[in-house]
């Protein structure tokens, strides 16, 4: 389903999603269609973004647009002594 659908069946809520469909704007990352696994309660939501398995994702429908920021290169550098 497309993801403004899901906002619509699941409003203002965290939801574990299977990414179906997407694509690329520069370094976003636009998904367009989602299978919703299940609703997240708020107080969970953080410890099930870390656990989410490739392709799937944890996102809150109060978001209009659904999008994956890419973050190229290294995180953090760390310099040895």
Avoid: C
Avoid at 4 to 25: G, K, N, T
Avoid at 50 to 75: C, Q, W
Wanted: proline share 4%; no cysteine; hydrophobic share 40%.
């Amino acid at each position: 389903m497309k993801w403004e659908e899901a906002r619509e069946l699941f409003p203002d809520q965290f939801l574990l999603v299977s990414i179906l469909d997407y694509h690329y704007e520069g370094e976003k990352k636009i998904v367009d269609e989602v299978a919703p696994i299940r609703r997240i309660k708020d107080e969970g939501a953080n410890t099930e973004f870390f656990k989410a398995k490739e392709g799937t994702m944890v996102y809150h429908t109060g978001n209009s647009d659904f999008v994956i920021h890419i973050r190229r290169g290294p995180l953090m550098k760390v310099r040895r002594i």
